[in-house]
C-alpha cells in the first residue's frame, strides 16, 4: 500500500493552466465517484484551490496509481494526457506524506504562511469523507497533516506577521485599538486597495463603515455594497470625529486630510486615537499629521515596510516549520509502518488461541466432576499463560516494523511460530477459528 | 531570590516570545515569591508584635509586597506577560536598597503605637502600589507610542498589549489607587492629631504626599476632560516618580516625623 499525490500548483502551472484542471467544488463529489472507479485506486481525496490542484490516493502500486490518476485527470478534464505532463508533479510514499503536511502548514503556499489552506484541505477532506472515498490510510494522513499545521502554527511565528498591505493594516489597528469590536471606519475615497482594507478590518470586528466619495452616487453603492452609510464629500471633515480607522484612497494630486481639520477632530473625540492609512499616491493625508498625539499615520510605504519586514521574519520561520514538518513526518511513517505488522500479529493471537481452546478441552474432558469455579481458574490459567508468552513476540513486531520496516522479520516470525502451513492445517482438522479471517495474501 | 528567577523568566518571554511556559512558570514563580513574602511579613509581625512598617526596611519590604501583589491580580486578570517583564525588575530594584539597610527588628516609639500604624501605612502602600502599576503601564504605552509613529519596531514590540487597554488600564488603576492614597492621608492625618495633636505639620513627607496627591487628582480631571494618551502617561510618571522621591528621598532626610 503506498500514498501518491499528483497535482500542479502555482510552483509548476501558470493560473491558465489550472484553471483548466481545477475541480470546482461543486464538481468534487461527482470526480470523487469517478475517480473510485479507476483501477487500483483504494482512497483518494481532490484539493482544488486557486494556486493548486492535487489528487491524493492511497493504491496498491504506486508505478499504476500515479498512471491510473493521470488518465482519470485528462479523461475528466477532456485534455491530452502529453499536454499534462509538462505542469503535473508526482510524489509518491514518504516524500507524499511530506509534501501533504508541508501543504497543510502552510509552507508551499505562494505566501508562506498563510492561513486558507488548511481550512481548504479541511474542506477537502469533508468531501471525501462524505463520498466516502477515504479510509483508514488517508484519514490518519489528513488527520495528522492537520494536527502538524496547527503544531506549525502554534509553535512557530509563521502566521503570526501580516504579509499583505491590507493584513498589515488590521494588525496595526489591533496594536492601536486591541478588539476592533465596536469600531468606526471611514473610507475616504475608492479603489481596490482600500476597499479590501476596509473589507478585512470588517471581518475583524469593525461594526460600522462611513463612505465618502467626490461623486455621491459612487459613495452611495459603495456604502449599499459594505452595509455601511454614505457621506457627502464636503462633510468629511466634521464626519471624521466619529472614525477610529480613516482609509485614504482618492485621486486627488493634493492633500485632502490637512493638518488643522484633522486637529479638530481629535479635539472634538476627546482625543481618542486615529488610525489613518493613506493608500493614495500622490499623498492625500498631510503627513505632519502623524505629529498629532494620537494620530497614527501610515502611508503606502509605510505599509509596504512593515509587509517586507514580516517576510523576512516568516522565511526565518518557515525552517522551524520545516524541522517540525520532519518530525511529524517520521511519526506518520512509522505508523505506516507498523501496520505491515498487522496480519502477522493477527495471525499468531489466532494461532494460539486455536491452541489453547484446544489444548483446553482436552484438558477439561480428563478433569471429571471439577466445579464452575474450578473450571474458570483453569481457563484462566489457559489464557494468562498464552497472553504471557506472546506478548514479548507482539511488542517486538510492533516495535520493529514501525522503526525499520523490515520484511525479514516477518518471514522470521511466521516461520517461529509455523504460522502459514500450520494454522491453516490447523483450522482445517479442527473447524475452530473464524475462516472468514485467513483470506490469502495476508501474509 | 524567587522574585529575580521570575523576572528573569518574563525577560526571556519577552524577548523570546516562543517562551509561553516560561512566562507561565514566571508567574507562579511571583506567586510564590508572593507567599514567601507574606510569610516573611507575618514572622516579622509576629516577633515584634506590630505590623511590621516602621523603618525603611520594612517599609520598602511592604511596599514591593503590595507592588507584586497588584501584578499578581492584574496579570490574573488580564494575562498579559509582559507586564511581568516590566513590573519584576522593579520590585527587584526596589529591593536591593532594603538589602543594604539593616534589617534588624527595632523598638518604636510608644507614642506611635497605634492601630493606625496599620491602616495608614497599608493604605498609603496600596495606594503607592496601584500608582506603581500606572507607571509601569504608562512606560509600556510610551515605548509603544513612540515605535508606532516612528515605524520602527523593537523586538519586544508584539508582546505589548494595544494602546488603548494600557492607556484604560493606567486610567483604571490611578483611578484605584488615589482613593486609597487619599484615605491613606486622611487616616494619616487622624493618627497624627491623636499622636501629637496637630492634624497637619507641614513636614516633608507631608509636603511631598499632598503634591503627589495634587498630582494624580490633576491627572484624573485632566482624563475626564478627555485628556488621553501620551501625556497622560508622561503626567502618570511624573507621579510615580513624586511617590519614588518621598519614598526614598524624603524619609532619609532627618526631618519631620517619617524618618526611618
Given at each position: 500500500m503506498s500514498i501518491i499525490v499528483v497535482g500542479l500548483s502555482h510552483k509548476t502551472a501558470p493560473v491558465d493552466v489550472r484553471e483548466k484542471l481545477s475541480?470546482?467544488?461543486?464538481?468534487?463529489?461527482?470526480?470523487?465517484?469517478?475517480?473510485?472507479?479507476?483501477?487500483?485506486?483504494?482512497?483518494?481525496?481532490?484539493?482544488?484551490?486557486?494556486?493548486?490542484?492535487?489528487?491524493?490516493?492511497?493504491?496498491?502500486?504506486?508505478?499504476?496509481?500515479?498512471?491510473?490518476?493521470?488518465?482519470?485527470?485528462?479523461?475528466?478534464?477532456?485534455?491530452?494526457?502529453?499536454?499534462?505532463?509538462?505542469?503535473?508533479?508526482v510524489r509518491t510514499d514518504a516524500e507524499a506524506v511530506r509534501h501533504t503536511f508541508r501543504v497543510a502548514s502552510s509552507l508551499d503556499s505562494m505566501v508562506v504562511g498563510e492561513p486558507q489552506i488548511l481550512g481548504q484541505l479541511k474542506d477537502a477532506f469533508e468531501f471525501a469523507l462524505k463520498a466516502k472515498t477515504t479510509s483508514a490510510i488517508?484519514?490518519?494522513?489528513?488527520?495528522?497533516?492537520?494536527?502538524?499545521?496547527?503544531?506549525?502554527?502554534?509553535?512557530?511565528?509563521?502566521?503570526?506577521?501580516?504579509?499583505?498591505?491590507?493584513?498589515?493594516?488590521?494588525?496595526?489597528?489591533?496594536?492601536?485599538?486591541?478588539?476592533?469590536?465596536g469600531k468606526t471606519v471611514m473610507l475616504l475615497g475608492a479603489g481596490e486597495m482600500a476597499e479590501l482594507a476596509a473589507r478585512h478590518l470588517l471581518n475583524n470586528g469593525v461594526k460600522s463603515i462611513m463612505v465618502t466619495n467626490r461623486t455621491f452616487e459612487r459613495a452611495v453603492e459603495l456604502a449599499k455594497e459594505f452595509n455601511g452609510s454614505a457621506v457627502h464629500f464636503d462633510d468629511f471633515p466634521t464626519e471624521m470625529v466619529m472614525a477610529d480607522i480613516l482609509i485614504c484612497s482618492t485621486g486627488a494630486p493634493h492633500y485632502v486630510v490637512k493638518h488643522d481639520?484633522?486637529?479638530?477632530?481629535?479635539?472634538?473625540?476627546?482625543?481618542?486615537?486615529?488610525?489613518?492609512i493613506d493608500i493614495s499616491v500622490p499623498r492625500n493625508i498631510d503627513p505632519e499629521v502623524n505629529?498629532?498625539?494620537?494620530?497614527?499615520?501610515?502611508?503606502?510605504?509605510?505599509?509596504?515596510?512593515?509587509?517586507?519586514?514580516?517576510?523576512?521574519?516568516?522565511?526565518?520561520e518557515a525552517e522551524k516549520a520545516?524541522?517540525?514538518?520532519?518530525?511529524?513526518?517520521?511519526?506518520?511513517?512509522?505508523?505506516?509502518?507498523?501496520?505491515?505488522?498487522?496480519?502477522?500479529?493477527?495471525?499468531?493471537r489466532e494461532k494460539v488461541e486455536d491452541i489453547r481452546k484446544c489444548e483446553l478441552e482436552k484438558a477439561l474432558g480428563q478433569l471429571n466432576g471439577i466445579s464452575d469455579g474450578q473450571r474458570n481458574a483453569v481457563e484462566a490459567l489457559s489464557t494468562a499463560i498464552?497472553?504471557?508468552?506472546?506478548?514479548?513476540?507482539?511488542?517486538?513486531?510492533?516495535?520493529?516494523?514501525?522503526?525499520?520496516?523490515?520484511?525479514?522479520?516477518?518471514?522470521?516470525?511466521r516461520k517461529l511460530f509455523n504460522l502459514d502451513k500450520e494454522l491453516k492445517r490447523h483450522i482445517h482438522e479442527k473447524g475452530i477459528g473464524s475462516s472468514g479471517k485467513d483470506e490469502p495474501g495476508r501474509g | 531570590m524567587v522574585y529575580l528567577l521570575s523576572a528573569a523568566g518574563y525577560i526571556a518571554y519577552i524577548i523570546n516570545p516562543e517562551l509561553k511556559k516560561t512566562a507561565r512558570a514566571s508567574f507562579a514563580g511571583a506567586a510564590?515569591?508572593?507567599?514567601?513574602?507574606?510569610?516573611?511579613?507575618?514572622?516579622?509581625?509576629?516577633?515584634?508584635?506590630?505590623?511590621?512598617?516602621?523603618?525603611?526596611?520594612?517599609?520598602?519590604?511592604?511596599?514591593?509586597?503590595?507592588?507584586?501583589?497588584?501584578?499578581?491580580?492584574?496579570?490574573?486578570?488580564?494575562?498579559?506577560?509582559?507586564?511581568?517583564?516590566?513590573?519584576?525588575?522593579?520590585?527587584?530594584?526596589?529591593?536591593?536598597?532594603?538589602?543594604?539597610?539593616?534589617?534588624?527588628?527595632?523598638?518604636?516609639?510608644?507614642?506611635?503605637?497605634?492601630?493606625?500604624?496599620?491602616?495608614?501605612t497599608t493604605l498609603a502602600v496600596l495606594g503607592d502600589a496601584a500608582f506603581a502599576f500606572a507607571f509601569i503601564v504608562s512606560i509600556m504605552y510610551l515605548i509603544q507610542e513612540r515605535q508606532l509613529k516612528a515605524k520602527q519596531w523593537g523586538a519586544i514590540f508584539r508582546r505589548l498589549p494595544s494602546l488603548e487597554v494600557m492607556d484604560t488600564l493606567g486610567y483604571k488603576a490611578i483611578s484605584f489607587g488615589w482613593p486609597l492614597f487619599t484615605l491613606g492621608m486622611i487616616t494619616g492625618s487622624i493618627w497624627a492629631e491623636i499622636a501629637w495633636g496637630t492634624y497637619w505639620s507641614w513636614d516633608p513627607k507631608e509636603t511631598w504626599s499632598l503634591i503627589t496627591w495634587v498630582t494624580y487628582l490633576v491627572l484624573l480631571h485632566l482624563r475626564t476632560m478627555g485628556w488621553r494618551g501620551r501625556k497622560m502617561a508622561f503626567l502618570s510618571i511624573v507621579g510615580f516618580v513624586f511617590v519614588l522621591v518621598s519614598f526614598f528621598v524624603v524619609s532619609r532626610v532627618p526631618v519631620g516625623k517619617h524618618i526611618f
Open positions: 475541480f470546482p467544488e461543486a464538481m468534487v463529489p461527482d470526480a470523487l465517484k469517478a475517480l473510485k472507479g479507476y483501477e487500483g485506486i483504494k482512497e483518494s481525496l481532490i484539493l482544488s484551490t486557486c494556486n493548486r490542484v492535487e489528487l491524493y490516493a492511497s493504491v496498491n502500486d504506486s508505478g499504476m496509481g500515479v498512471a491510473q490518476i493521470k488518465k482519470f485527470i485528462s479523461d475528466y478534464h477532456k485534455l491530452s494526457p502529453e499536454s499534462l505532463e509538462q505542469s503535473l508533479y488517508l484519514n490518519k494522513l489528513l488527520k495528522k497533516a492537520i494536527s502538524s499545521a496547527k503544531r506549525v502554527r502554534t509553535e512557530t511565528k509563521i502566521a503570526e506577521s501580516a504579509v499583505s498591505i491590507s493584513f498589515a493594516a488590521v494588525e496595526l489597528a489591533r496594536k492601536i485599538f486591541g478588539d476592533l469590536e481639520a484633522v486637529s479638530r477632530a481629535l479635539k472634538d473625540r476627546h482625543h481618542k486615537p486615529i488610525f489613518m505629529k498629532i498625539d494620537n494620530v497614527y499615520l501610515y502611508d503606502i510605504d509605510d505599509l509596504k515596510g512593515v509587509v517586507s519586514s514580516n517576510i523576512e521574519g516568516r522565511q526565518k520545516e524541522e517540525i514538518v520532519v518530525q511529524e513526518v517520521e511519526t506518520f511513517l512509522q505508523w505506516e509502518r507498523s501496520l505491515d505488522a498487522v496480519p502477522t500479529i493477527v495471525d499468531l498464552v497472553n504471557k508468552i506472546v506478548h514479548a513476540p507482539i511488542v517486538v513486531l510492533k516495535q520493529e516494523a514501525a522503526d525499520t520496516a523490515n520484511e525479514e522479520l516477518f518471514k522470521f516470525a | 510564590i515569591g508572593f507567599l514567601l513574602h507574606l510569610a516573611y511579613f507575618s514572622f516579622r509581625w509576629s516577633e515584634s508584635g506590630r505590623i511590621p512598617v516602621t523603618n525603611f526596611f520594612e517599609a520598602i519590604n511592604f511596599l514591593g509586597m503590595g507592588i507584586v501583589l497588584v501584578f499578581l491580580v492584574m496579570e490574573f486578570r488580564y494575562r498579559i506577560a509582559a507586564l511581568g517583564s516590566f513590573m519584576l525588575p522593579l520590585v527587584i530594584i526596589f529591593m536591593i536598597p532594603a538589602a543594604t539597610v539593616s534589617g534588624k527588628i527595632e523598638e518604636i516609639k510608644p507614642i506611635l503605637r497605634s492601630g493606625w500604624l496599620g491602616v495608614h
